[in-house]
């Protein structure tokens, strides 16, 4: 099979071609264009020792999701096949699939990155950091691209996307497994800080709270791009609904952090 993708934003940054513009709409194209621009060039910031390899990877990645969730948001995830996924993308089957294990994976295509920058959080939350602070600021810090939305571009966000995952059933089941994952992982790392027993329920209740506030922000985002906010207010305006949502947490997640309590340990009290 040749190189996927046919546009070059600058040397080994591929774009989706002329095809998939009309699946998706010239304009949303030339604005996922410069959304993907920015983060490349953010990302290479941020990861100065990339190898080819890995950003060969990383590149080819985001060309098979963008042209997946392009197609879908045409003419339905249910009418669209992998293969022709894989043929529009120019890859074979067998290479779409290591980059993408389910069709669903195609849509929702940075959760094992949001899932894991998020623990990380938890993880290497510094002394003095609540439990909320840290978990919110790897929220917002992954929501990066969202700033960049033009008006073509946020408005098929805020409706046509949100609408597909919301009223597709198997997107939705996908969306509540990685909302499953992520309460697991950050209840395992609660309850790692805290020194409870993985039985205690506190620390399962917590993750689930913190899963919570990842729906929180992307409903957020929905609501204020249908209001009309872009760029740093938009950026505001959810980081404001999220962070007073935490506040709600906040009480209940604090005693997590001093976890030494014979309570925490017996499960009494």
């Known amino acids: 099979m040749s190189e996927p993708g046919s546009g070059v934003i600058e040397p080994g940054v591929r774009v989706l071609d002329g095809a998939v513009a009309e699946e998706m709409g010239e304009e949303i194209i030339d604005s996922l264009r410069r959304v993907r ?5 953010s990302y290479r910031a941020e990861h100065p020792g990339e190898g080819l390899r890995e950003r060969k990877r990383r590149l080819t ?3 098979i999701a963008d042209a997946a969730t392009a197609m879908f948001a045409s003419r339905g995830f249910d009418a669209v096949k992998v293969s022709e996924i894989a043929d529009r993308v120019n890859v074979s089957m067998k290479t779409l699939y290591n980059y993408f294990p389910t069709k669903e994976s195609m849509v929702l295509d940075d959760a094992d990155e949001l899932i894991e920058g998020l623990a990380a959080a938890l993880r290497d939350r510094q002394a003095g950091t ?4 840290a978990f919110v600021g790897a929220l917002e810090a992954s929501m990066y691209g969202f700033e960049l939305l033009d008006d073509e571009l946020a408005a098929y966000v805020a409706t046509t996307f ?13 969306w509540l497994e990685i909302q499953d994952r992520l309460a697991r992982v950050a209840a395992e790392q609660l309850a790692l800080q805290a020194g409870t027993e993985p039985a205690d329920p506190r620390p399962a209740v917590a993750g689930w709270a913190l899963a919570g506030l990842v729906q929180v922000d992307m409903d957020s985002r929905a609501r204020h791009i249908r209001a009309g906010r872009r760029g740093a207010q938009l950026a505001d305006a959810v980081a404001s609904d999220v962070r007073r949502a935490a506040e709600l947490l906040e009480t209940g997640l604090a005693s997590l952090s001093r976890g030494t309590q014979a309570g925490g340990r017996n499960g009494s009290g």
């Open 162 to 174: 949100a609408a597909m995952v919301k009223q597709t059933p198997a997107l939705h089941a996908h």
């Open 61 to 63: 990645r985001h060309l």
């Open 37 to 41: 621009h920015a983060e490349e060039k």
């Open 130 to 133: 609540s439990i909320t602070d």
